[in-house]
C-alpha cells in the first residue's frame, strides 16, 4: 500500500489541497490509464478524462478530509477511482447517449413539465412486469417523474416498509428480477419518465451478506458497521442521542449474542448502521450507487441523509462529514453516470433542510416544511406561519429544485420550526398538540380523520397517518352523507395540490390522492402490519375506482379532472417555467400569495385556506402590480377588482394580466 506522511499535513490549506490534488491527478493518470484505455472508444475515454478532470479537485478535498489521516489514503483513492471507472465502462450505451443529453441541459429538472408520482410497484400494479402495462394511465396524468417505493431483497416479516435492504443488487422476487427493472427503466424512459429509487445508504439489513459475514466473524465485515464489546461507548454516545422510534426501540444501540457485541441501529434492530470512516465502506457503497445508475435509476433519493455520520458528544445528526460523504459520491456521479442527480430526505429542523441543496450536493430535496405548513394552515385557517417561513426559507440554488408534497409513503410530522411558531403567537408544544387532536378528529369542528402515528403520551405531541382525502375531510363528509363538507373536501384537495403545483419546484402525487382514495382501516388484520398505522394511507391502488376519473360528476373526476386542469395549467404558462418564486403578503391572514415571474410573465396566486369567502382589496392588488382587470387561469374567466377580489371557501386562484386586443 501508498504511504506517503505529507497527506496529513492540515487539509484546511487551500493550497496545499489544490497542488496535492494536481499531484494526486498526474500520478493516477497513468494507472487509469493502463487498467482502463484499452476497453472503450478514445473518443469515450477522453470525454471521461474530461470529467474527471473536472471533478476531481473536489472530489480529492472530500475524501481527504474522511480519509486523509489514514497512512494508506492513496491507495483508497486509486481504488475508488478504480470502481468508479469500472463501473463507467459498464455503462449501457442508451445510458451514456442520455449523459451527454442531460450534460447540454444539466438542470433539466428544473423544467415546469416536470410532474413526479410515487407508489409502491405490487400496490400499484403488481409487480414490475405490471407496472409496465400501466405507463399509460401515469402519461394521461402526465407523469415524467416517477419514484418506486423500495423494491430491493429485503428480510420476510419486519422490514420497515423496504428500508432493510438486504441486497442492492437483487429486487424482491415478488416483484421481478434486476433485468425486469432495467427494463421498465428503459420503457419508461422512452416515454419521457425518469425513474426514481430509493438508495438507503445509512444501514443495511442484518441480513445483507456483510452483515452474515460479519456475525460469521469476519473482522474486516465487522468494521463496515459500528459495534463495541461492552456498553461504555454505546452509553456515552446515548448521552446526547435522540431516539427515532423510542415506543419500539429504546436507544441507538442492540446487542448481537452472537457477536456478544452492541451494534448501532440508529431505526430498528434490524438496521444496521454502516460505519464511513472505513473508506472501504464509501468504496463499495459508491459501487451500489453506480450500479443502480447503470439500471437506468435517474434521479437516487438519498435515505436519511442525516445519519450518516457520527461522533461522540452530539446527536451524530447533521454533521459536517455527511455533507462531505454526499458531496464525494456527487462528484463521482458527476464523473461517472453524470444523467443522475440526487434528492436529499432530510427531515430535520427546517434550517439544516437547506444545507443538504446545492449542485455539488443534493440537485434536489424533498421540502417537508411547506408539506407541514399547508396542514398547519388546514387546521389553524390561517397562512402567517405559511408566509413568513417560506419567505425566510424557500428560496435555494438557482439551480437546484425542491419537491413538493401533500403527502407521502410516510407519516405527517409537524417539522415547523419553534421560532416560527413563536413568532406567530402559538406555544410549540400546545400547538403541536392541538395539531394531533386536529387531524385525528379529536378536536371540536375538525374536519379530519386520520390516526396518530408514534404518538407521545406525555407531550401529547405525535406524527399522523392518513390519506390526503381522509384528511382534508372526504371521508367525513361521507360519513354524515354532507353534501357541503364533500365539497368543501374537494376544494381542499385541490387548494393543497394547486399550491405544490405552481410554487415552484417539483410537485409529487402519491398515487391514489389524484382519485380521491380514503383510509384503508384493512391492514390491522394484517400481523406484519398491525401497530404501524402508516399502512392506512398504504392500501392497493383502486383500479376500479380510477374508472371513473372521466366522469366528471363522480367524487374521483371531480378531483382528477380539478388536477389535470392545474397540471395543464403548470406546464403551459410560460410564467411557471424555471420562475422565481415571491411570497407577498395579500393583506388577508387566510390567504396565502405568491409571485411566480419568469421574464416578462408574471402571475400572481393566491390561495383561501378558510372555509368561509375572504376579501381582498383592489388597492392590495394594485400595490402588488396586477390591473382592476385581471384573469383567473384556474376558473378561466375575466375579474373585475376596482374595490375588492372576493375569495371562495377554500378558493384557488392564479391571477394574470388579461390579454391585450
Not at 14 to 35: F, I, Y
Not at 85 to 114: C, G
Request: with cysteine; proline share 5%.
Amino acid at each position: 500500500m501508498f504511504s506517503d506522511p505529507d497527506y496529513c499535513l492540515p487539509m484546511n490549506d487551500n493550497v496545499w489541497l489544490t497542488t496535492h490534488a494536481a499531484v494526486s491527478l498526474q500520478r493516477l493518470l497513468p494507472r487509469l490509464e493502463s487498467r482502463f484505455a484499452d476497453r472503450v472508444d478514445e473518443d469515450e475515454w477522453e470525454g471521461y478524462l474530461t470529467r474527471l478532470r473536472l471533478h476531481f479537485p473536489r472530489l480529492f478535498s472530500g475524501l481527504h478530509a474522511l480519509y486523509g489521516m489514514h497512512y494508506d489514503f492513496f491507495y483508497h483513492l486509486e481504488s475508488i477511482l478504480a470502481s468508479a471507472t469500472e463501473m463507467w465502462i459498464h455503462r449501457p450505451a442508451e445510458l451514456m447517449a442520455l449523459d451527454a443529453l442531460r450534460e447540454t441541459d444539466p438542470q433539466w429538472y428544473q423544467s415546469q413539465r416536470m410532474i413526479g408520482a410515487m407508489c409502491y410497484v405490487d400496490l400499484f400494479a403488481g409487480d414490475l412486469a405490471g407496472l409496465r402495462e400501466r405507463i399509460p394511465y401515469l402519461t394521461e396524468l402526465g407523469v415524467n417523474y416517477l419514484h418506486l417505493m423500495p423494491i430491493f431483497k429485503v428480510p420476510a416479516g419486519d422490514n420497515d416498509g423496504g428500508y432493510a435492504v438486504s441486497s442492492y443488487r437483487e429486487t424482491n422476487p415478488a416483484l421481478g428480477d434486476m433485468d425486469q427493472l432495467a427494463e421498465l427503466a428503459s420503457e419508461l424512459r422512452h416515454h419521457g419518465i425518469s425513474l426514481c429509487l430509493d438508495f438507503v445508504f445509512n444501514h443495511t439489513s442484518d441480513e445483507h451478506v456483510w452483515a452474515r459475514r460479519a456475525l460469521d466473524g469476519d473482522l474486516d465485515y465487522q468494521r463496515y458497521y459500528r459495534m463495541f464489546p461492552d456498553r461504555a461507548m454505546p452509553d456515552a454516545y446515548e448521552k446526547t442521542l435522540i431516539p427515532v422510534f423510542p415506543d419500539e426501540h429504546p436507544g441507538s444501540f442492540t446487542y448481537r449474542n452472537q457477536l456478544k457485541k452492541w451494534v448501532w441501529t440508529t431505526f430498528h434492530n434490524y438496521q444496521w448502521d454502516l460505519n464511513y470512516e472505513n473508506p472501504a465502506v464509501f468504496n463499495q457503497m459508491l459501487e451500489e450507487m453506480l450500479f443502480l445508475a447503470n439500471q437506468g435509476v435517474e434521479i437516487l433519493r438519498l435515505d436519511a441523509v442525516a445519519y450518516i455520520w457520527k461522533r461522540l458528544g452530539t446527536d451524530c445528526q447533521n454533521l459536517p462529514e455527511a455533507h462531505i460523504i454526499i458531496q464525494a459520491f456527487n462528484a463521482l456521479v458527476r464523473i461517472a453516470a453524470p444523467a443522475m442527480v440526487f434528492k436529499s430526505e432530510a427531515i430535520v429542523h427546517p434550517d439544516e433542510v437547506g444545507k443538504y441543496i446545492s449542485e455539488e450536493e443534493c440537485q434536489l430535496s424533498y421540502n417537508p416544511q411547506l408539506m407541514a405548513l399547508l396542514w398547519n394552515s388546514l387546521a389553524t385557517r390561517k397562512v402567517n406561519t405559511l408566509s413568513h417561513a417560506m419567505q425566510q426559507r424557500f428560496s435555494i440554488s438557482g439551480n437546484c429544485a425542491w419537491v413538493n408534497y401533500v403527502r407521502c409513503h410516510d407519516d405527517i410530522g409537524f417539522a415547523v420550526s419553534d421560532d416560527d411558531l413563536k413568532d406567530s403567537g402559538y406555544d410549540p408544544a400546545s400547538h403541536r398538540r392541538f395539531l394531533t387532536d386536529f387531524f385525528t378528529g379529536r378536536f371540536a369542528g375538525s374536519f379530519s380523520r386520520g390516526i396518530p402515528f408514534q404518538e407521545n403520551l406525555t407531550t401529547g405531541e405525535s406524527r399522523i397517518s392518513g390519506t390526503c382525502a381522509s384528511l382534508t375531510g372526504l371521508e367525513y363528509g361521507l360519513e354524515e352523507n354532507d353534501a357541503q363538507q364533500i365539497e368543501l373536501a374537494i376544494q381542499r384537495i385541490l387548494l393543497l395540490h394547486g399550491i405544490i403545483l405552481t410554487i415552484g419546484g417539483i410537485p409529487l402525487f402519491y398515487l391514489g390522492d389524484e382519485i380521491g382514495m380514503l383510509n384503508d382501516y384493512d391492514y390491522e388484520r394484517d400481523a406484519d402490519k398491525v401497530g404501524d398505522t402508516r399502512w392506512l394511507h398504504r392500501a392497493a391502488f383502486d383500479w376500479a375506482r380510477s374508472e371513473e376519473r372521466r366522469e366528471p360528476d363522480t367524487l374521483p373526476g371531480r378531483i382528477y379532472q380539478g388536477l389535470l386542469r392545474l397540471i395543464q395549467i403548470r406546464q403551459q404558462n410560460p410564467a411557471l417555467d424555471r420562475a422565481e418564486t415571491e411570497i407577498v403578503e395579500s393583506g388577508n391572514e387566510h390567504v396565502f400569495a405568491y409571485f411566480r415571474t419568469n421574464g416578462d410573465y408574471s402571475v400572481l396566486v393566491l390561495a383561501n385556506f378558510s372555509a368561509t369567502p375572504q376579501p381582498i382589496e383592489g388597492r392590495r392588488l394594485r400595490l402588488l402590480g396586477l390591473r382592476k382587470s385581471v384573469v383567473d387561469l384556474v376558473a378561466g374567466r375575466t375579474i373585475v377588482a376596482a374595490h375588492m377580489l372576493e375569495m371562495e371557501p377554500y378558493d384557488f386562484m392564479i391571477l394574470a394580466r388579461p390579454a391585450s386586443p
